[in-house]
C-alpha cells in the first residue's frame, strides 16, 4: 500500500492547448470545470 499525503496547494495539467484540474475521488481521477473547481477550492479552505 502506498500512502500519499495531500499536496497543500491546487496543480493544474497543462497540455499547451488549455489547462485543467483535476480531483481525486477513491480510485478515479476525474477533471472539474472551472466552476467547479473554484467551489471545490472554497470548500477546502474551510
Known amino acids: 500500500m ?8 491546487p496543480v493544474y495539467v497543462n497540455d499547451g492547448k488549455s489547462t485543467t484540474f483535476y480531483v481525486r475521488a477513491g480510485n478515479a481521477t476525474y477533471p472539474l470545470s472551472v466552476k467547479e473547481t473554484v467551489s471545490y477550492l472554497n470548500l477546502q479552505k474551510k
Open 2 to 9: 502506498i500512502d500519499v499525503e495531500p499536496y497543500p496547494n
